[in-house]
């Protein structure tokens, strides 16, 4: 097996200062709390990426995306470099739509985020909770 940097998308979804986690079960990071995203698929862009992993995670349609931040590889996090995407606006409701894989969602303020988060959202995060990355 060739050893290689894989790419992961983070969604960036914001209810004025709030931002959405999902609970994660029977995966990788399982309790712990992270953004919506997953691999970069071929032939997608970014941007696509993040949307596509929204709407089947969430069951929201993104209304617009743009990519935010990178963050370096790391082996912690099976050696993925993870790009934060924020969803410029979204319709419809925000369920569960892999419950063998998220327990729930919710919005959380990013001066009292839950704690464990995922380790391939925490770079993002800390991007925006650090000031690094200014969303309106």
Do not use: K
Not at 36 to 62: D, I, K, N, W, Y
Not at 123 to 131: C, M
């Amino acid at each position: 097996m060739t050893e290689h940097v894989r790419v992961g998308v983070q969604a960036i979804v914001r209810l004025g200062d709030d931002v959405l986690l999902g609970r994660r079960i029977n995966t990788f990071g399982h309790g712990t709390w992270g953004l919506p995203g997953g691999h970069l698929e071929v032939g997608e862009s970014l941007a696509e990426a993040a949307c596509r992993e929204l709407a089947e995670e969430t069951g929201a349609q993104a209304a617009g995306a743009r990519v935010v931040c990178v963050t370096d590889p790391d082996p912690a996090a099976n050696h993925h470099m993870q790009v934060g995407v924020e969803i410029l606006d979204y319709s419809g409701e925000i369920h569960v739509r892999e419950p063998d894989r998220c327990e729930r969602w919710e919005f959380w303020p990013l001066d009292a985020l839950p704690d464990p988060l995922f380790v391939g959202s925490e770079g993002v995060l800390r991007s925006i909770r650090d000031g690094a990355l200014h969303l309106p």
